[in-house]
């Protein structure tokens, strides 16, 4: 008879705790996007001049990852480097080649935090360190084969 119960009672836990942990991870998801919204809205418009561009290792076919060197010219402090990680829409590659002057928001305050004024262009944090990571497994690959 308990074993009955347990065969009907330990799968409904487990139910009840994956729906509990996926709607917590939800929650976390909407509280992150709502903070990036607010600092967004923060930044200051400023100028850049893109130094470099290299695509990521990811990205889909319309929207890619990509890593980026500007030259930034926020009219406070003298021009300066900062790097930043954009999905960016394929179908506008030719306005971050080198030497092109774009429209961003500095982050008002992490001025390192770099997120685009262009609708061709999204803050994608967490993904800058997949080029540096890309080589690391790159090196793990060759080394261990």
């Known amino acids: 008879d308990i074993i009955l119960y347990l065969s009907f009672a330990i799968p409904i836990l487990v139910i009840i705790a994956v729906i509990y942990f996926v709607r917590r991870g939800l929650k976390k998801g909407e509280a992150f996007a709502d903070k990036l919204r607010l600092s967004i809205a923060a930044a200051r418009p400023a100028t850049a001049m893109v130094v470099?561009?290299?695509q990521g290792m990811t990205g889909?076919?319309?929207?890619?990852?990509i890593h980026l060197k500007l030259q930034v010219n926020d009219g406070f402090s003298p021009p300066y480097i900062a790097k930043t990680t954009w999905f960016i829409n394929t179908l506008h590659f030719d306005k971050i080649r080198e030497g092109n002057a774009i429209m961003i928001k500095v982050d008002s305050i992490n001025r390192n935090i770099i997120y685009p004024a262009e609708n061709w262009g999204r803050y994608s944090e967490g993904y800058e360190n997949l080029k540096t990571n890309a080589k690391i497994?790159?090196?793990?690959?060759m080394y261990l084969t």
Do not use: Q, T
């Open 137 to 141: 497994y790159l090196f793990m690959y």
């Open 60 to 65: 889909g076919d319309i929207n890619r990852i």
């Open 52 to 54: 470099s561009a290299s």
